[in-house]
């Protein structure tokens, strides 16, 4: 007697199962509500009969290895029963997304595949989490993703479409970025943390290079003498308009910030531009500083230069014998730093 | 993660933030063309435009749209609103203009003038000359706002050369419209920068050159309905106020 036979005669007593092929050949049998579960197999099933017996097998999707399978059936098992609360299913998704990270890419690959939306979505969660926060280097290195972006697709993700006033927006922050950098040079009390925020490392790194990585290499004689940077390409964005008398405290900051983000190589520089991404770039005209911003702008733009300072504030590394004091800036209206101290120190 | 195809990686990052999308679009090839897909920034992108919303022309993207209302707010109602996006939530902001809030004695020119500065975004700002009842007031509506978000609303203003009678702190209230009378509590906000006097709120310079003051703070929860209403009040005192040039109120989100 062929299976099918066996399960007209006992129903109740035979429980069903589902014939699956996995990717690599094998064939497996599976209880029929833990399969049916999965869309995709509910359709072969119904749809075209399949999955039947042996012969009949459903072969899955590529994508879709034993071992995810055997995971997706663990999560389809457990959710499939009707009576479970939602706190307990909550509860059981927190304990099933503990896996590493290469595993839950195979498992979002393997639900997908199966069109099981629950857990696609379960699988797409976690994986933002991880996600969050990071740098873009980091981010490549956790998933293992090749870096095949040219320089010029890194450093301009959003194409130049508005023209003047993001031309001076930007302008204006790199104005005042080099103010408050000015400034921070001058201040001897710098507050000293224990590991480097490698993000204000890279900030600092791009706005002292001018977000172009070529400039790192350069000697520090032509770092001085550079007024103005023509851009070519219209690829980077800002200018480090370093004065002779503030490059000597920028170089010596510099080196310090070298030496701490020598693996960062040539991409270092991108994480502050994928921040200031956050405000849109733009083909950068030398020189031009318009004060005619519209205020809206103006006040993203000091917010930002803002951030900047804060950012400096709390990472900054440098030489032993520094005080430990935090510094607090406040920027007036026309773009000044003030330093304040005391009571009126704007906690940050 | 190279065997994801885009839209699971655009699902991934709909979940993130827009500055995490827009780091990810300088991971790889595959990342960037997800992130910069429209289907992640239009998850970023209000599901519900205010009226007489229309999106600006010469925008190819969601994305280019996102920062577009970033970093430009449109005028809306007559010019008389100010629409624009938080940047790191994609939740909604406005600025209601002094025309369109209630000012008592605005309409008497012995007491405000109406001027226009290069460094406002709306047409007329009002100016105060002189005035013992002062009372501005805003209301909007709850349902232009994002849900799911604490708001605050901020008086938007500035001094002309000498202004009078604001070193005392004045009355500041924020409630739903319609809540009695009695139930409302004023809070004491100071408009003036006096670093000794720690009563209340104090204004806060901008970064565009304005001063806000915090008027106060409401959740606004999905469904809710109504018209918030917000006011800056000094009638108690018997004396004259002068100098106070208004901008506006402006509501954003609270940022952590």
């Avoid at chain 2, 005028?75 to 939530?89: A, C, G, I, N, W």
């Avoid at chain 2, 000012?103 to 105060?128: C, M, N, V």
């Avoid at chain 2, 001094?159 to 419209?177: I, K």
Wanted: charged share 30%; aromatic share 8%; proline share 5%.
């Amino acid at each position: 007697m062929s299976e099918s036979d066996m399960a007209i005669i006992k129903p109740e007593m035979m429980k069903s199962y589902i014939w699956l092929e996995t990717s690599d050949g094998s064939i497996q049998q599976v209880e029929q509500e833990v399969a049916m579960f999965c869309p995709m197999i509910c359709h072969q099933v119904l749809q075209k009969g399949a999955g039947s017996s042996k012969n009949n097998a459903i072969s899955l999707p590529q994508k879709v290895s034993p071992a995810m399978l055997s995971l997706v059936f663990d999560y389809c098992r457990f959710h499939q029963v009707p009576g479970r609360s939602n706190k307990e299913r909550k509860v059981y998704d927190e304990k099933f997304m503990r896996m590493d990270t290469k595993r839950l890419c195979e498992l979002t690959s393997a639900a997908d595949s199966l069109q099981l939306k629950p857990l696609v979505d379960l699988t797409s969660r976690a994986l933002a989490r991880i996600i969050e926060g990071k740098t873009p280097e980091e981010i490549r290195e956790i998933f293992h993703l090749p870096d095949d972006l040219t320089e010029e697709e890194k450093l301009e993700p959003l194409k130049n479409t508005m023209d003047d006033p993001r031309i001076r927006l930007l302008n204006r922050l790199y104005a005042k970025k080099r103010k408050e950098l000015k400034e921070r040079a001058k201040l001897k009390s710098i507050e000293v943390e224990e590991h480097v925020d490698e993000r204000s490392v890279d900030d600092l790194l791009s706005f002292i290079n001018g977000r172009d990585h070529k400039v790192v290499k350069t000697s520090k004689s032509k770092k001085k003498n550079k007024k103005k940077e023509e851009h070519k390409n219209g690829r980077s964005n800002g200018t480090c308009k370093v004065s002779n008398k503030d490059s000597r405290n920028l170089h010596s900051k510099q080196r310090s910030v070298d030496e701490t983000s020598s693996s960062l190589g040539s991409v270092s520089n991108l994480l502050s531009m994928e921040d200031d991404i956050f405000s849109p770039k733009a083909e950068f005209e030398d020189g031009y500083i318009d004060d005619e911003i519209d205020p809206a702008l103006k006040e993203m733009l000091d917010r930002e230069v803002e951030d900047f300072a804060r950012r400096l504030n709390s990472s900054w590394v440098l030489s032993s014998g520094q005080e430990r004091q935090p510094v607090h800036f406040s920027i007036n209206g026309n773009g000044a730093t003030r330093r304040l101290t005391g009571p009126a120190a704007r906690q940050k | 993660m190279n065997n994801l195809p885009e839209d699971c990686i655009a699902k991934i990052l709909s979940s993130t933030t827009p500055r995490d999308v827009c780091r990810s679009s300088a991971v790889s090839r595959c990342f960037k063309s997800a992130a910069d897909s429209d289907h992640v920034w239009n998850h970023f992108l209000p599901c519900e435009f205010p009226e007489g919303f229309r999106a600006p022309e010469g925008l190819p993207t969601k994305k280019h749209l996102f920062f577009s209302l970033v970093h430009c707010p449109l005028l809306l109602h007559d010019s008389l609103l100010s629409f624009s996006l938080e940047r790191s939530t994609g939740n909604k902001c406005y600025m209601m203009a002094p025309r369109d809030l209630n000012i008592t004695w605005g309409h008497d020119q012995r007491y405000w003038q109406w001027i226009s500065l290069p460094d406002s975004r709306f047409k007329e700002l009002a100016a105060l000359k002189m005035v013992w009842w002062l009372e501005i007031t805003g209301k909007i509506n709850i349902t232009l706002l994002s849900d799911d978000t604490l708001y605050a609303a901020y008086l938007v203003f500035k001094w002309n050369l000498d202004p009078y009678g604001f070193r005392q702190p004045v009355e500041a209230s924020l409630f739903l419209a319609g809540t009695e009378h009695d139930l409302v509590q004023p809070s004491m906000v100071s408009l003036m920068q006096n670093p000794g006097s720690e009563q209340g709120q104090r204004a806060e310079l901008r970064s565009d050159g304005w001063y806000e003051v915090e008027l106060g703070q409401f959740f606004k929860r999905r469904g809710d309905m109504g018209e918030i209403e917000m006011s800056l009040k000094e009638t108690k005192r018997p004396f004259e106020k002068k100098g106070l040039i208004v901008h506006g109120i402006e509501i954003r989100p609270v940022l952590p």
